[in-house]
């Protein structure tokens, strides 16, 4: 079994900067495409950053130039540095990871359990 752990949510006045972070621990042989979606009550789960393991990145159209995702693939951890943030992206935000694990053979999709990011303005 693989957990995500995510921290670094909290409270920001509008222009303020966070940045989250995912640890994956358990039975990891590797992590694949690691993400940060967000959600709002009611609505679909939104792609907000991707990052493959060679570091390819691919960003949602309204975060592009003030988020930035990167990794650290020895510690199977993944971040979101926010900057410039809007009260629109108030929203409780969830990693994603694909791992390949020891005894399987195909990888498999795991969630964090959510952070949430309130902006005020």
């Known amino acids: 079994q693989v957990q995500l752990v995510e921290s670094g949510g909290g409270l920001v006045q509008a222009g303020g900067s966070l940045t989250l972070s995912c640890a994956a621990s358990g039975n990891i042989f590797r992590t694949n495409n690691m993400g940060w979606y967000r959600q709002t009550p009611g609505a679909q789960r939104e792609l907000v950053a991707a990052i493959t393991r060679g570091g390819n990145t691919n960003y949602a159209d309204s975060v592009k130039d003030r988020f930035t995702i990167s990794r650290d693939n020895a510690k199977n951890t993944v971040y979101l540095q926010m900057n410039s943030l809007k009260p629109e992206d108030t929203d409780v935000y969830y990693c994603?990871?694909?791992?390949?694990?020891?005894?399987?053979?195909?990888?498999?999709?795991?969630w964090g359990q959510g952070t949430q990011v309130t902006v005020s303005s």
């Open positions: 994603n990871a694909d791992v390949s694990s020891v005894g399987r053979l195909r990888a498999s999709a795991y």
